[in-house]
Structure formats: structure tokens, C-alpha cells
């Protein structure tokens, strides 16, 4: 009954603004509707760039759908190579009953829990670069947060992923598992994560909040003007 009321509510809605092409394609699929596409924005001007340091940084909710399990196993196969993960879950909700794995993490992956805006920011700045994992994401804010710190991005090859890294430029899309995952972080090594700083902060220039508000603003204008399309 919820979807019926939902479907004939959307028919009334005069225009539909996604947050990524990805959305875009499940709002056609459930809603047969189109919809335009404006990208959330990051404020560019709150990230800097700092000497890359020995760990890699993974920054997601510790639910199911973010896969930190294939995080956890790729570093097990590296041990020379340093994991921190940013993140952590409300109490109660279903990411609790599913945290057994995080019980016996190896010694190079460090749990970091919640941390400050201004802690986040500092470990984007330092970090080697940045590891996506989560399934399908609708589109994703860390990408674009760790390439405003001028940082590279091994992401796996899919969902909202597609439409911030740029494959070979600011980063790696990669199949999601152990091996494309360290395949992509041995490709940023041998080039040096510094290689990446200028494309990145470049490819982040272009989700920043005047980008956003240019897109809105025409979306408003359009509506205004009766163009619902």
C-alpha cells in the first residue's frame, strides 16, 4: 500500500533533483521518472594538503553495505601497510549486531571510532590516500573530501564512485576485492601520492559550493520559469 501511495504522490512532484547519476538510474527504474542530476558539493577550501605519512584511510559508517570486512582482509595480506578506519554506528541500530569482525583486527588497522571535523580533516591531509569499499553508494562525499586535501582514491568500481574518481588521474577504480584493491594501491606507491596532489585538488574544484550553487540556482530558474521536465 506504501508504494502505491508513494508512486502516486511522486506523480505529482513537477520536477526531481538526485544527488548523482546513480540515483538518477534508480529513480527511471522504481519511478519511471527523470530526474537532474546536482552533485552535493564539498567546501573546497577547508581541506589542505600535508607530506603524506605511513597509513591509508578508509572514513565510512560501520554498516554491512560499507564492506570494511574486505578492507580488513586485503591489509591482512599487506603488513607492511597501515590502515586507519574513521567511523562508527548508533547504538542499537543493525550495524551493532554485525560487528564480530572488528573483535580480532590485525596490529597494522587501527579503529579510530568518531573523530572531529578538524581531526577528519588532519588525517585526509596526511594520509597516503583514501580506500572506498561500500556497495553500490549513491554517490559518496569522501571521495571528493580526501581529493580537496590533494589526496589519491582507491575505489572499488562502482556506484557514485564512477562519477567523482577519475580512474588513472586522481585515483584507481578497482573490482572489489582483496587483489584490486592492493592493485590499485601499489599503482599510487610506485607513482608516489604526490603525483596525484594537483589532479585531484583540480577534479575537487569542480564539486565545490560555487559549482553547487550555479547548478541549483538554474534548477530554480527553470522551475520557475514552468520547465518541469
Not at 603488513?79 to 583486527?105: C, F, M, T
Not at 581531526?119 to 583514501?130: P, V
Not at 567523482?164 to 601499489?186: K, R
Amino acid at each position: 500500500m506504501h508504494s502505491r501511495l508513494d508512486g502516486r504522490s511522486v506523480r505529482h512532484v513537477n520536477r526531481i533533483v538526485t544527488n548523482s547519476e546513480n540515483t538518477r538510474k534508480r529513480i527511471d527504474a522504481f519511478y519511471h521518472r527523470d530526474a537532474t542530476v546536482v552533485h552535493p558539493p564539498v567546501d573546497v577550501s577547508r581541506y589542505y594538503h600535508s607530506p603524506e605519512e605511513s597509513f591509508w584511510l578508509s572514513v565510512n559508517r560501520l554498516y554491512p553495505e560499507k564492506r570494511i570486512p574486505l578492507q580488513i582482509e586485503t591489509f591482512s595480506r599487506l603488513p607492511q601497510e597501515k590502515l586507519r578506519i574513521v567511523g562508527g554506528y548508533s547504538k542499537g541500530d543493525h550495524a551493532e549486531r554485525n560487528l564480530a569482525y572488528l573483535s580480532n583486527l590485525p596490529p597494522n588497522i587501527e579503529l579510530c571510532g568518531s573523530v572531529t571535523d578538524e581531526n577528519l580533516t588532519d588525517l585526509y591531509a596526511r594520509c597516503k590516500g583514501l580506500i572506498c569499499t561500500a556497495m553500490d553508494e549513491d554517490f559518496g562525499m569522501t571521495p571528493l573530501e580526501a581529493m580537496a586535501a590533494g589526496k589519491p582514491v582507491v575505489a572499488v568500481r562502482e556506484g557514485g564512485f564512477l562519477e567523482s574518481v577519475v580512474d588513472g588521474i586522481t585515483g584507481y577504480l578497482v573490482s572489489a576485492n582483496p587483489e584490486g584493491i592492493i592493485e590499485g594501491m601499489q599503482k599510487i606507491s610506485q607513482h608516489g601520492g604526490a603525483t596525484y596532489r594537483d589532479a585531484c585538488r583540480t577534479r575537487a574544484e569542480q564539486f565545490d559550493v560555487p559549482a553547487f550553487a550555479g547548478k541549483i540556482r538554474e534548477v530554480m530558474e527553470d522551475v520557475c520559469a514552468g520547465s518541469y521536465s
